[in-house]
Each structure stands twice: as structure tokens, then as C-alpha cells.
């Protein structure tokens, strides 16, 4: 027999989740009676792994084989907290650890608890939002576009379906300084579009006058590239996408500037001295240089890439704290808040004052951080990151639940991993965020999600140019993307969609997963599949806001409940490859199913649903 104890059921530990500070949490042991326990202790353990209390397990009573003890504790301050059990024997005691077992029970991870802020909110627009992701350049064009001050040099594509240019240089740099022309005008042109998909959210890709197309590289924060447009297209882009219910995101590119930039001026291209001409330029002391000017430090050692001392007066003024800063600037221009690029390189002091400015200047302005793994025990740099336990981020990019979803549908997992992720984040992470996170399949750092489901991306970069899925492969990836999208759109989180995934594009990793947007080429299939699933979250509370809990998750068959203000949906998917036989109820979408008996469905293999009860 084991000793019992989950984290995630709430007969084991009340509330379920994150705390906040003096809220009380109650813990429930069972530990067989064989093993003669005479007192249990839960350990807790600060961050750092140094001590920060204890909490005595008082034996409450027997049931069956086993005897139950009950504590219950509060932290009197935010952070991160981890503990195990230490159970006391007549002559001896051995500690309990997450994944330990009754005949090695100290090997496995300690448990962990966060305690947050009690103040910590999240914009109610952003919970449960449906996100539309826009790489500027690629999406649409209307009219000419402003080349008068464009960065040099450059191309710009004739055909708007040309490949796009993927060979380096003779010295062997990847410029990324060819355009299609897509534009503010076009977006704004496309806004009965997005909003056809259920978006609520826009999310663009960095628009800031850059020197490449994909504006990682900014040259000047406070102006937008003159090929995208002009402040005032901004702003009407913004109001377009107001007037049909949908907050606008921009991408805030703060832990480096491009060389050839306004603060930097490698090239000399930018009026005024930039701290590679002076050492005497305004902008100076954003750099560290060894010596000046010709080494310093980059992003990942790209040169073009001069990171900045992101605690500097000067530039935490500019970026943050000035009247009209950066991020002022472009809230009072229309945004709704910021996606930061890399995160994890932006001190928590940083993050925390960004957060507290947006929020002066608009209220519910949403701040999402750019995070691959799991927030809330993030560690970089050799340190442990506050995301959450501090209140900075509204919001991360949830790419533990792509890997899990793509896992599930590819077969690598029969569903009890993608369960295992699901709710160690929904227990990890703060309500108020899971429900705002970004879940994607796709984005402009990922490979296209459709070759992604059926390609492992072997071979060179030439090759990847010219691979493209053959007739079988598009179909059984067509295929997998149904199911993968149902669970990205039926799971807690904001479904976040990568432009152009919805047409059925194809594409391996950067730069041709940015491929222009084939409008008039689309896979009507797909597409409207998509329309499908942004319809259901809007009329579905229960799938943008409520709880989860997983009621079958193995033989490549899912089953979860989603509870919110006495409704509960239930979602069916089966992977398997036999037909699976479920309860009905009313039908809010399905695919591969029919009608078996009045109170039952049948879901063929590839099949799944979502029911509400």
C-alpha cells in the first residue's frame, strides 16, 4: 500500500492552487496504518531552499487501512514555496516527496506552492480572450508603400506569393531585409476578417521602424516603419479593431536595440550621436562596451543586436517612466498593452515598473511575457523569477501545452502527459493568469503547425525551402490539426492564432514559417473549422473561464469537464484507433461522431466533441 497524497484534489489539499498571504490551506495525509507513522510534519522550504516553516499534522482519523492527518497553515508573505512530509516511525523517519514510493521515498521533487499577492488582477477583457497573431509584413498590403525613410538596404517582392529569401550573404549573414509590403492599412482593410475568427485580441509582431522585416532589430521605439505606415494608420487600425470588440498587443523589444538604430548608430544612418559614435551620446550608458566602441555586448552575440543595461536610468526613463515614454506613447496611441520579447532577460525590478506604469496610464492595459516553460518556477540567469509571485505578468506564451497537445495528437503520449501538464500549470500558475495565457500551436519562432504534425525537420535549409508535405501528409496533418486546434480552443487559456495557420499554410522553422498570408488560396476546410471554434468560446462561458478537471486520460482517449457559475461542458477526444461510445448531451460541436442510442454518442477514431450538460 502507498501513502496517499495529490495536490491537485482538494481531499488532499483545500484550496486547490496558488495562495495568498494569511490564507488558510488545509492538508490531508493518508498513510497506511502498516506503517506505524507517529507524527507527521510538512516541511516547507523558502526558494532558495532555506527554511521557512512547518506545519504539524495533527493524526485526525482512520479509514480502512489508513490513518489520516490533517494541518493546516498560512504564509504570511508572497514567493515560492516547496515542501515534502516528514513522517516519524517508532525508531526512525524517512521523508515523503512528490513522486517518492514506499520503498525509496526520498527520491522524487518536492512540492510547490506559490503565494501571490492579494491584489494581483488580470484585465477581465484578456481572460479566456481568442488571440490573432499578425507578423506585420506578411499579412496584407493595400497601397503604396513609404520607402522614403525605409532602413537600407532592402527588397521589396514584386509577386506577393514569391518564396521568401532565405540564403545568406557571401559572408554568410542572414539579412532578413526582404518585404512584401504588408501594412497598417492592410490589417485595418482585413478587420472583418480577424474578427470572423472570434478574435478578441490582436497581437502584432514588433512595428517600430527596424532595419529587417521581422523588426526584432528596433531602430527607433517611438516611430513605426514608414513602410507600415504612419501613427495615424496606427490609430485607426487600433479603433477599426476597438469598434468590433478586439484590444490590440505590440511586441516591446527591451532587452536589446538594433545597431543600426537611433541609440546605437552603427552605420551612422540616424541624425545625432549614438553611443558607437560618442562616448559622450545620451544613449552611452544603455551599452557596456570592451572597450569602445568596437566590442560590446549583443543579443546571443548577433552584432546587430547591442543589448541594453536595462537598469539604467536613462533607459528605464525612456522605455518606462517619462511622461510620454515608450510605453506611454503607443497605449495613448491605441494599444492595449505589451507582449515582452525574452522576458527572462528583463530584470523582475524591471518587469514590475513596466507593469505599474502601463496600468497608470490605461487600467486595464494586459502585459504577457514571452516564457517557454513553466512561469511560475521559471530560473534564469541564476535567478528565480517573480512572475507571478509578485503580480508582473498578466499573461505568458504557453508552449508546455503545445508540446503536450502536439505529443497527444502525434501519438507520442496516450494522454497521461498531456493531463500531467495541464494541471500542474492550472496548479501552478494563478487563476487570473491561466485563464489570460497565451496557448498556441504556432508562432513566428515555431514551425509552421501543420508541417509541424507530420515533419521532424531533418536536413538542410535549402532543403527546407523547397520540402513541402505531399498529398498524404497534408491530409493527415489536415487531420491532426483539427483535433489539435479542438484542444487548444477546449483547454484553459487564450487560443492564440498564428496568421495564415488557419488558410492551411505550411512552412519549416524561420524565416519560412513567415511566408506571406495566400489569401485566395486558402483551405476552406480549415478556415472554416476555425470560425467554427471562435464561435464556440464566445457563446461557451465555461470554455473561456472555467475550472478543469480530467476524468479519463489514457489509451489515446481524453475526457475533461469545464465548470464555470453551475455549467458544465464536457470534451471527448479519441485518438485511439477503435470507435469509443459516450454519453450524449447537447451538442455544442463535434467531428467523427454519430448518434448510437438516445443517450449516446459514438466517436469514431479521430473523433471528438464537446457536450454540455
Known sequence: MRILFDSQQTQFKTPFGTLTPKENCTLRIHIPSSVGAKSVECVFQQEDGSPAMTCTMEYAMKQGAYDIFKGSFAFEETGLYFYFFRITQQHSCFR???QGNDTNMEAGDLWQVSCIPADFQTPDWAKGATIYQIFPDRFHKVGRCDLTDKLQPYTVHKDWYEEVDWRPTATGEVLNNDFYGGNFKGITEKMDYIASLGTTLLYLNPISKSFSSHRYDTGDYQQPDPMLG????????????????????????????????????????????????SESSPY?????????PRSYNSWWDFDTLPTVNKMDPAFVKYIITDEDSVVAHWLKA?????RLDVVDELPDEFVLMLKKRIREVKPDALLIGEVWEDASNKQAYGRRRRYFVDGELDSVMNYPFRTAIMNFVRKMDGGEQLKTTVMNLAENYPPQVINCCMTLLGTHDTPRILTALVDDFNGSRQEA???????SQYIRAEERLLMAAFLQYTLPGSPSLYYGDEAGMEGHKDPFNRRSYPWGRENRVLLEFFRQLGQLRKECDALRLGDIEFTYATDHRLTFCRRYEGKTVRVYVNRNMDAWDIPAGRLLMGHNLRTVAPNWLSLAPQGFCVVED
Open 96 to 98: 515523503l516527496f512528490k
Open 284 to 292: 552611452y550608458s544603455w551599452f557596456t562596451f570592451h572597450p569602445w
Open 465 to 471: 525551402s523547397q520540402r513541402f508535405l505531399s498529398r
Open 334 to 338: 491605441g494599444a492595449d498593452g505589451f
Open 230 to 277: 504612419t501613427m495615424e494608420e496606427f490609430s485607426a487600425l487600433c479603433e477599426a479593431a476597438h469598434s468590433r470588440g478586439i484590444r490590440v498587443v505590440l511586441d516591446g523589444v527591451y532587452s536589446h536595440t538594433g545597431s543600426n538604430s537611433l541609440y546605437f548608430n552603427k552605420n551612422g544612418t540616424f541624425p545625432g550621436k549614438g553611443a558607437y559614435q
